[in-house]
């Protein structure tokens, strides 16, 4: 029998469709089996592989086979390896679940020759194998066959015939005819069944695309990059097959987002500096602590600026890898940060796409964690500041004054320049004898004046303006004494300490500084005043100018009525030009220069306030607060693809849009962090950076241009709260609720649920603490339920993506909380849940280990099987062959050669026995290497 002669297995013909007539005389394939011109993430050809009869030498026993494929286009003279099947173990007839696939940046013609090559494997984990045989066909010969299907026969070395191989090209086609099943019995392996591939997997899939291209949408390819896409055909419950695309894609936003942050955050410390600088002379104690603070903040602005420049001249890959994860240069960039998507169809037309964010842990790795991560450095500066609370002579704030400061100081730079725009807008009104724009526009001005009247209005920035006072050299009090005294009393700045002390006899517990509060009072009341001169001024410009109009319209009717008479020859005093100009400006004059002053005042005096609590603690708060901009940055570069993803995919949901603009994104995070050792601290530094993204928001705005460089993403704002701008193409945006397109801002929700999976979990549970984990995990239940309330509130049910499952969202969530409560070793039930309700709430998904490299590689293929199972009826018979499938052959294990170099999870037989069972990859696949 020839190569090319059919099997007996495959005898059974069945009459199929054609989508379209292939043109053979061209030299590419531009009509190809399975593309469709309009999805530009269908491969130009697709075919999946089946062995038969396969003999090996050794006949006690049966092969571990797989497929390697690989290729040569004329004139090419070599064998270029394209891809390889998954292994199956213990059969002569293999049916491989990996399809092969060849996209449309494939250089691939119909004169390409492809080699099949079979190999049995003798042992996986050290990875002996052999050469059974091999076959090979050209592409023309495939395309000519009436059912586009080849069968093979494999010969050895020696040209012995060692079984057959099958050719199975898929097509997209409109219409299928009836199914003409396939006789054949399963396959056992190991112990399990293997369902096989009939010939209804050659009928074709109702395309309709739903889903935007990682490689060719406009504002995801500005984003994303280098994707790797692995396809495979797995079989149903109900006979039919399911067609997954699977794709990896690195990020440009690892090195965008660094960039951005890392320079707000330098203009952010500089600009403390400059604020500190304009506090002006203070007595010789406060100006020594004030140079200390400032040569903090110097030597932290000289680190990061390092860090920048070495941004700007990387010129590497748009990635982290887990090697480089402690490298001090890139200690801004996120380690290992991908996105993982999974594109699901099946003959019903269904099309639906899966998003994971997958990511490093975001940790100070450079920093190293002997001391810890931030929960366990920001409990113990919080108790360095009450020590030197305690020991110090300065004045004590609560954690609460301080937070107010900070508010007062932010509203105090916004109402500053909303009263000096809006003063001029005034200004322009009265130029034009405007009344309509006069009176709108003085109501606007009234209104913020007053607000940053209020603002200034409080008993701390009395007491904070009175402290800087005192803190002038050579300070003298303007009243007598407390006690009725009538001598004057100096009240000045010791040399050698902070604490102001009396010049007269009396002790320094008489000094209430209330004395001065009145002076401050007059400085806003001046503000105040200043306003009524001017609505009182505009009340009489309009009354005067309404007098004016009644006046000539008694003219006009007296004119028309006797124009005879003399007493109705008077005109009305015609108005001077500038008139209303010249009347408010020295008015506004005078508010804007209170205003100044008055703000002026305010700002130094919080400043002041901010100095005088972080100056016996400063050298530990900006260790700790270099730590947190490294976590924070490495979580929002991870964050913001994740909702540009999001946003994408969704901007035809008018359901999930509402949710979006109502209640805000829902970010879950996955961890898999041990709560021992290092990793410890790992997780105490990750869950801190997911808490702080609660201060981001995000804005939607219309891109400037479809250039790549417009649409990437543009940050503003400082550590109190940083905001997102997302440009969209015009269509996009058009596509948006109008709540979104007037600039609404969305919020976040943050969760995180971490369970260690790994030997030193293990250790941790038996020997150590898990404390922590279950504290996150606690947290994030109560934030996921409060946030599935509100959503209750205020939103209805439909606006929730549909699914099979039988559990309704409120019993998933109490499963949830059983489980979180439950204190049991390792119950990943709480990842597998928390996932769940993630994309039930139309949430988006990330997950982490230490490099997301290996345990992120086995949780995120297990979710894709028990997605395919739960939501797409996928046999459970081949839940594990699909698994191993994916660990073996899928686009996680070219993660793991982009990262070390080497196509191997970092695990070891040992460590493995401490997995879970489900988080164990295939033999063969994991060794021995750096992570």
């Not at 006797?562 to 005093?573: G, N, R, W, Y």
């Not at 400063?618 to 924070?632: G, N, S």
């Not at 995070?669 to 050792?677: A, H, N, R, V």
């Not at 709540?739 to 030997?759: D, H, Y």
């Amino acid at each position: 029998m020839s190569a090319s002669e059919q099997s007996p297995r495959h005898s059974k013909a069945r009459t199929m469709q054609h989508a379209a007539t292939f043109d053979l005389s061209s030299d590419m394939l531009n009509l190809s089996l399975a593309a469709n011109s309009q999805d530009p993430d269908e491969p130009i050809l697709e075919f999946s592989l089946a062995c038969s009869e396969l003999i090996t030498p050794s006949l006690d026993r049966k092969p571990n086979s797989f497929v390697s494929v690989s290729v040569t286009t004329p004139p090419q003279a070599f064998w270029t390896k394209h891809v390889q099947t998954e292994i199956i173990e213990g059969t002569s007839n293999p049916i491989f679940l990996s399809s092969v696939a060849f996209f449309q940046d494939s250089l691939i013609n119909q004169m390409t020759q492809m080699k099949l090559s079979v190999y049995d494997v003798k042992d996986r984990s050290q990875g002996t194998m052999y050469l059974l045989g091999s076959a090979t066909y050209v592409v023309k010969d495939l395309l000519k066959e009436k059912n586009h299907r080849l069968h093979l026969m494999l010969r050895s070395a020696e040209n012995e015939r060692v079984g057959n191989i099958t050719v199975i090209a898929w097509q997209m086609e409109d219409k299928v005819e009836d199914k003409i099943p396939v006789s054949r019995s399963p396959d056992t392996i190991n112990g399990r069944t293997v369902l096989p591939v009939d010939e209804s997997l050659t009928e074709s899939l109702t395309f309709r695309s739903k889903h935007s291209s990682l490689k060719k949408d406009a504002l995801l390819k500005s984003v994303f990059g280098g994707v790797i896409c692995r396809m495979y055909r797995f079989p149903t419950t109900d006979g039919n097959h399911l067609r997954i695309l699977e794709q990896m894609a690195e990020s440009m936003l690892s090195l965008h987002v660094p960039r951005q942050f890392v320079k707000l955050v330098i203009e952010e410390d500089a600009a403390r500096i400059c604020e500190l600088d304009d506090l002006g002379e203070l007595s010789p104690c406060w100006e020594n602590l004030r140079r200390q603070i400032v040569t903090q903040y110097q030597t932290l602005i000289i680190n990061y600026q390092e860090n920048l420049t070495e941004l700007h001249q990387y010129k590497g890959p748009s990635f982290k890898a887990s090697s480089l994860k402690a490298e001090k240069k890139l200690e801004f960039v996120p380690t290992n940060l991908h996105i993982q998507r999974m594109r699901v169809q099946d003959e019903s037309g269904a099309d639906q796409t899966y998003d994971i964010i997958t990511i490093g842990a975001p940790a100070a790795h450079c920093q190293a964690f002997k001391t810890g991560g931030l929960r366990k450095l920001l409990v113990k500066f919080v108790e360095a500041k009450k020590n030197s609370s305690s020991s110090s002579q300065s004045i004590v704030y609560i954690p609460q004054d301080i937070v107010r400061a900070k508010e007062i100081i932010a509203s105090i730079n916004t109402l500053k320049t909303q009263v000096s725009y809006y003063a001029e807008r005034l200004s322009r009104a009265a130029k034009e004898r405007s009344a309509n724009g006069l009176e709108r526009t003085l109501a606007i001005l009234a209104d913020k004046t007053r607000q940053l009247v209020t603002v200034c209005d409080c008993k701390l920035l009395a007491n904070a303006v009175e402290a800087l006072n005192a803190a002038r050299p050579n300070y003298i009090a303007s009243k007598s004494s407390p006690s009725g005294e009538t001598d004057q009393v100096m009240l000045r700045n010791d040399q050698d300490t902070l604490m102001a002390k009396w010049a007269g006899r009396n002790s320094r517990s008489s000094l209430h500084i209330s004395w001065h509060e009145e002076e401050w009072e007059k400085v806003w009341l001046n503000v105040d005043k200043s306003l009524d001169c001017i609505i009182q001024r505009v009340d009489k410009l309009l009354q005067k100018e309404r007098l004016r109009s009644e006046s000539s319209e008694d003219v006009f009717h007296c004119d028309t009525a006797s124009a005879s008479k003399k007493d109705c020859h008077s005109t009305p005093e015609e108005p001077s030009e500038g008139e209303w100009s010249e009347a408010l400006y020295p008015l506004l004059m005078t508010l804007t220069d209170c205003v100044a002053m008055m703000g002026d005042k305010a700002k130094k005096a919080m400043v002041f306030l901010l100095m005088q609590d972080s100056a016996p603690t400063i050298a530990m708060d900006l260790t700790i607060q270099h730590r947190r901009d490294v976590v924070f940055c490495q979580t929002l570069t991870a964050l913001i693809c994740g909702f540009i993803i999001k946003l994408r995919n969704c901007l035809r949901d008018d359901g999930y849009l509402r949710q979006l603009y109502t209640i805000g994104l829902l970010a879950q995070f996955e961890g898999l962090l041990s709560t021992y050792g290092e990793e410890l601290a790992m997780l105490e530094d990750m869950s801190t950076g997911i808490s702080d993204l609660r201060n981001v928001t995000f804005k939607v705005i219309q891109a400037m241009s479809t250039s790549s460089v417009d649409m990437l993403p543009v940050i503003t704002g400082n550590r109190d709260g940083f905001n997102v701008r997302i440009p969209l193409p015009g269509a996009m945006f058009d596509a948006l609720p109008r709540e979104i397109q007037s600039g609404m801002l969305l919020r976040v929700q943050p969760v995180l649920f971490n369970v260690g999976i790994n030997e030193q979990q293990t250790l941790a549970e038996k020997f150590g603490d898990t404390s922590l984990q279950e504290m996150i995990n606690t947290e994030s239940l109560g934030r996921l339920n409060s946030y599935y309330e509100q959503f209750k509130e205020v939103l209805p049910d439909d606006c929730l993506p549909r699914s099979r499952s039988q559990t309704c969202l409120p019993e998933l969530l109490r499963f949830l909380g059983q489980n979180v409560h439950a204190r049991k070793n390792k119950n990943v039930d709480i990842l597998w849940q928390a996932a769940e309700i993630c994309r039930r709430l139309n949430g988006v998904r990330f997950t982490s280990c230490k490099s997301a490299k290996d345990r992120t590689a086995m949780s995120i293929t297990l979710e894709q099987c028990l997605i395919l199972q739960h939501e797409h009826g996928m046999a459970p018979q081949v839940f594990t062959q699909a698994l191993d499938c994916m660990r073996s052959e899928g686009c996680r294990r070219e993660n793991t050669m982009k990262n070390v170099g080497c196509r191997k999870y970092a695990f070891n037989v040992l460590q493995l026995k401490a997995f879970p069972k489900h988080y164990r990859p295939p033999e063969g696949t994991f060794g021995k290497v750096d992570s």
